[in-house]
Nanobody, 123 residues
Framework: QVQLVESGGGLVQAGGSLRLSCAAS????????MGWFRQAPGKEREFVAV????????YYADSVKGRFTISRDNAKNTVYLQMNSLKVEDTAVYYC????????????????WGQGIQVTVSS
């Protein structure tokens, strides 16, 4: 089992940047593919980004590609989401997930979630 704690959320103006962090403990961090998902009020949870075990391969939702960057530091057991050129549409609760998998053509989360952290982008 992996325990996850997110940090770094908050309020930012459109066009600005924010970096989320997700600290993991409880298992060997480097054995887990890591991902970020988000959910806006009244909307379905959606995939944002995934990073491979060694951090050499990344995947992004079309809506964030070119603006967001997922990275990891296995020595610190931490995964990051750097968010640039933020839009109002990025406003959501962001969740870190340990061990997402590709199922039926889309990224599906495992049961190992962080509590979520609010990101609000103002116009």
């Amino acid at each position: 089992q992996v325990q996850l704690v997110e940090s770094g959320g908050g309020l930012v103006q459109a066009g600005g940047s924010l970096r989320l962090s997700c600290a993991a403990s409880g298992r060997t961090f480097s054995d887990y593919r890591m991902g970020w998902f988000r959910q806006a009020p009244g909307k379905e949870r959606e995939f944002v980004a995934v990073i491979s075990l060694a951090g050499t391969i990344t995947y992004y939702a079309d809506s964030v590609k070119g603006r967001f960057t997922i990275s990891r530091d296995n020595a610190k057991n931490t995964v990051y989401l750097q968010m640039n050129s933020l839009k109002v549409e990025d406003t959501a609760v962001y969740y870190c997930n340990a061990g997402p998998t590709r199922v039926a053509g889309t990224w599906s989360p495992s049961a190992s979630w962080g509590q979520g952290i609010q990101v609000t982008v103002s116009s």
